[in-house]
């Protein structure tokens, strides 16, 4: 059975929305504010860290936690579990957060769509949600990684596929999209033109150096959390539908027949 007292972080606009979508399904639920009472269900924004002292049988749904940390927690009989450790919201959240990529460049580079070129910095899942909208809205898209899948072939030719040790004419693209967490990319931003647009998509501290580009004079954007910014409706939905499938995998009882 889950525990009686559902918290959640209303530190992220998408939580908002969750708070209400899980009184509409019947649970009882309030405001995180670091205190607890009895053991809970603690439903974390994506940036914030899980308390120690939370009480024994409580489970916690958040973005990351440390091994260390787990462990602590599960020697309290606290089940952690991580967002997107489900493969489908995952996916969600990163075609949501395409979306919020797509809307930025229109804002920042004040050329149409079919005339952007548009230079993506890895192909993991975020990377191949890019690449599918920037296609269909007729962008001339290259991905830039150290290795390419099955899946980008289907969408782009060989010849728009690269690696770090190509020969590229990076001065050619309005946009560089980077979704890689560290820095592969600094040695070769002095070769990009001086009104491209970097977007940096990655977890902080960020994968392009904000101190090179500015030396520069290259607009650079490191936009974090961005289903909760264009999106936090959608998210709190497939977040919830993620919650409900979790706890029933891990055979935990819910209020929901």
């Known amino acids: 059975m889950i525990p009686k007292q559902v918290l959640i972080d209303l530190s992220d606009n998408r939580n908002k929305f969750l708070l209400t979508i ?22 974390l924004a994506p940036t914030s860290r899980i308390p120690l002292h939370i009480p024994s049988n ?6 990351k936690c440390d091994d260390i940390i787990e462990n602590y927690l599960l020697q309290k009989n606290v089940k952690v579990l991580k967002y997107f450790d489900d493969p489908i919201l995952a996916v ?22 079919q005339e952007l070129n548009v230079l993506i910095l890895g192909n993991g899942k975020l990377g191949f949600a890019l690449l599918h909208l920037l296609s269909i809205n007729q962008c001339k898209v290259d991905v830039l990684a150290k290795r ?7 969408l782009l030719s060989s010849r728009n596929l690269y690696n770090f040790g190509d020969n590229l004419d990076y001065f050619k693209y309005n946009t560089v999209i980077n979704t890689i967490p560290c820095r592969v990319f600094d040695d070769k931003i002095k070769y990009l033109n001086r009104h491209c647009y970097i977007l940096d998509l990655s977890s902080n501290p960020g994968g392009v150096s904000q101190k090179i580009a500015t030396k520069l004079g290259l607009h650079l954007e490191h936009y974090l959390g961005v289903p909760g910014k264009v999106a936090p409706k959608t998210s709190a939905e497939y977040t919830m539908q993620s919650i409900l499938k979790r ?4 055979n935990f009882k819910t209020v929901i027949n």
């Open 92 to 113: 969600q959240n990163s075609n949501l957060t395409a979306q919020g990529a797509l809307a930025k460049i229109i804002q920042n580079t004040y050329c149409g769509l």
């Open 22 to 43: 899980f009184a509409d399904y019947g649970f009882e639920v309030s405001e995180f504010k670091h205190k607890f009472c009895e053991p809970c269900l603690l439903l």
């Open 247 to 250: 706890l029933n995998a891990e």
């Open 58 to 63: 409580s489970i916690v749904f958040c973005n």
């Open 148 to 154: 390419h899948t099955d899946m980008y072939s289907e």
